[in-house]
């Protein structure tokens, strides 16, 4: 599976975003996809994930914030970010898995990645 991230952008804190994850060469719905985030000099960490049967698991960051979806129409997976704050800003990355068991973790628990999009949140 090919990924590719985008709707990245620099916004004013309180602002929104929708990050866009565009797959190819397999279908999302039979993934576990997530997205990571990695802020400048700090590890990469899970953020949201939606799970292959629908089911969605966020931070406790992104809880009440943020909002995962797949559309199978466009093989899409999406993160809505409501809310944000200068601590938000980071790489975000999407992140797929073909297994029933997938978390937010650890970054190695997934193989593919896309190339990642730049968010940056302004105070």
């Known amino acids: 599976i090919q990924l590719v991230e985008s709707g990245g952008d620099s916004v004013q804190g309180g602002g929104s975003l929708r990050l866009s994850c565009a797959a190819s060469g397999a279908v999302v719905s039979n993934y576990c996809m997530a997205w990571f985030r990695q802020p400048p000099g700090k590890e990469r960490e899970g953020v949201a994930r939606?799970?292959?049967?629908?089911?969605?698991l966020y931070s406790a960051s992104a809880l009440r914030r943020f909002t995962i979806s797949r559309d199978n129409t466009k093989n899409t997976v999406y993160l809505e970010m409501n809310n944000l704050k200068p601590e938000d800003s980071a790489m975000y990355y999407c992140a797929a898995v073909r297994s029933a068991f997938c978390g937010l973790g650890s970054a190695l628990g997934y193989p593919d990645w896309g190339q990642g999009t730049q968010v940056i949140v302004s105070s």
């Open positions: 939606i799970h292959s049967d629908g089911s969605t």
